[in-house]
């Protein structure tokens, strides 16, 4: 055990079909955490007025 690194390996960026995961830096105590970006599974429509009568 003595050769091994104290680091972790840079992961790559994953991707699906509505998901991106991305790694962050070590912190002080070494915690490497992860972000999460999803992307929209709705559309907004833009509103209009309807017709007045």
Do not use: C, H
């Amino acid at each position: 055990m003595s050769g091994q690194a104290s680091t972790r390996p840079k992961v790559p960026e994953g991707k699906t079909d509505r998901l991106i995961t991305r790694q962050n830096k070590p912190n002080k105590a070494g915690f490497v955490g992860y972000d999460t970006i999803w992307e929209s599974f709705q559309k907004v429509a833009e509103y209009k007025t309807p017709k007045q009568p």
